[in-house]
């Protein structure tokens, strides 16, 4: 059979197309094995610019911030156009924006969502929450509960996730700003997790109740970019990022102290000398888990599912720096076994959450983002 020049032309675009549709298909259901599970990675949806953080809303559709200040819907597994609309003014700068998310524990009867961002202020930038009630395509009753002080210069080390405790108050993780003596200082919010009550009070039964800055939890902290509640005891363990080396997985305790920067496992950049005074000292605690070299983690969650049996009660932590899904086996409080998966497959993660129907959602940190699902893969 001879073909005609139009109709090789014709052939090799339909070539074309298949190859495209090919490597679209391999993306959405991209398969890897581990160690206890044959898994399946599908793309939900694309198009994310630099999401950070996610919720589900009790109907199965799923709040997205991204960093430079809109909050997405995924509706029925599509990314609607349209942002939400009402949000607080948000500054973006360096690390900064909008970033972690929550949904209040009586959400069916009091739509609150809680929002962390960076917000601009007398002394330059600092984390700040407010919540307003989501209806329809829009947030009404704004309110800030929260703002970290002093406000710094420069765009680094800002946390910020968010979670509720299981008496309803509301934990927020923050970083140093960059300003490494801070995280020490009981008069200064940054470097430290934060406790207050939904409407943005401070419980009396706080450590430093009594102090200057009375909604402190725990101190000594660099950069926290991962919350989660242990499944059964409820109690928050924490990571943070590290400098050269060093990143950690704190069970946090009130009142507690967790050395940055006196004591760490990490150097100062590039010329890996030594920063503080070692990696221990009376009075301070110790990583449960610590990472040298860095991961730069981000997102972490418990998995408390049904798809992936194998997996419930570990800890998943997303890689930034590797493009990592990383899996941490315990046992009474202690890591026994560490697994990476996706290996840089769909870039750098940025945060990771156990969804209502048992599968595992991660966030991929770019300017077309990406929201994954993470599932057996179906024989």
Same mark, same amino acid.
């Given at each position: 059979m001879v073909y005609s020049a139009a109709m090789l032309r014709t052939l090799k675009l339909m070539s074309l197309v298949w190859l495209l549709l090919a490597g679209e298909i391999c993306l959405a259901a991209a398969r890897f094995t581990s160690e206890l599970h044959e898994i399946e990675v599908t793309e939900v949806v694309d198009g994310l610019s630099f999401p950070w953080g996610m919720a589900f809303l009790p109907d199965g559709d799923m709040? =997205?911030?991204?960093?430079?200040?809109?909050?997405?819907?995924?509706?029925?597994?599509?990314?609607?156009?349209?942002?939400?609309?009402?949000?607080?003014?948000?500054?973006?700068?360096?690390?900064?924006?909008?970033?972690g998310i929550a949904l209040d524990p009586a959400f069916d009867r009091e739509p609150w969502v809680y929002l962390a961002y960076a917000g601009k202020g007398q002394g330059g930038h600092g984390t700040e929450v407010a919540r307003g009630r989501l209806r329809g395509m829009s947030l009404g009753d704004m309110e800030v509960l929260f703002t970290a002080l002093p406000k710094s210069r420069g765009g680094r080390h800002f946390g910020s996730r968010l979670a509720f405790l299981p008496d309803g108050t509301l934990l927020i993780s923050l970083g140093d700003r960059g300003e490494r003596k801070s995280a020490q200082d009981l008069d200064d919010h940054r470097g430290s997790l934060i406790r207050i009550?939904?409407?943005?009070?401070?419980?009396?039964? *706080? &450590?430093?109740?009594?102090? +200057?800055?009375?909604?402190?939890?725990?101190?000594?902290?660099?950069?926290?970019?991962?919350?989660?509640?242990? &499944?059964?005891?409820?109690?928050? @363990?924490?990571?943070?990022?590290? &400098?050269?080396?060093?990143?950690?997985?704190?069970?946090?305790?009130?009142?507690?102290?967790?050395? @940055?920067? =006196?004591?760490?496992?990490?150097?100062?950049?590039?010329?890996?000398?030594?920063?503080?005074?070692?990696?221990?000292?009376?009075?301070?605690?110790?990583?449960?888990?610590?990472?040298?070299? +860095?991961?730069?983690?981000?997102?972490?969650?418990?998995? +408390?599912?049904?798809?992936? &049996?194998? @997996?419930?009660?570990?800890?998943?932590?997303? +890689?930034?720096?590797?493009?990592?899904?990383?899996?941490?086996?315990?046992?009474?409080?202690?890591?026994?076994?560490?697994?990476?998966?996706?290996? *840089?497959?769909?870039?750098?993660?940025?945060d990771v959450v156990t969804g209502p129907d048992g599968f595992v959602y991660v966030l991929t940190d770019s300017p077309r983002g990406q929201l994954l699902r993470i599932g057996p893969v179906d024989r």
């Open positions: 709040l =997205v911030t991204e960093r430079g200040g809109a909050l997405r819907l995924v509706r029925g597994g599509q990314l609607v156009p349209e942002d939400i609309a009402g949000l607080q003014e948000i500054a973006p700068t360096g690390q900064g924006g909008l970033m009550n939904r409407d943005g009070s401070v419980p009396a039964d *706080n &450590p430093f109740a009594g102090g +200057s800055k009375p909604e402190i939890f725990s101190y000594g902290h660099r950069n926290m970019q991962g919350l989660a509640l242990h &499944p059964e005891t409820r109690i928050p @363990w924490t990571h943070e990022h590290g &400098p050269q080396g060093g990143d950690e997985i704190n069970i946090n305790r009130p009142g507690a102290n967790y050395g @940055w920067p =006196v004591i760490t496992y990490g150097v100062n950049y590039g010329i890996r000398t030594r920063i503080g005074e070692g990696t221990a000292k009376p009075g301070m605690e110790q990583p449960v888990h610590k990472w040298v070299p +860095s991961i730069a983690p981000s997102g972490m969650a418990f998995y +408390s599912g049904d798809q992936l &049996p194998r @997996w419930r009660g570990n800890l998943l932590v997303g +890689s930034l720096k590797f493009g990592q899904l990383v899996r941490l086996t315990l046992e009474n409080d202690r890591v026994v076994g560490e697994e990476r998966l996706l290996n *840089n497959r769909f870039g750098r993660i940025r």
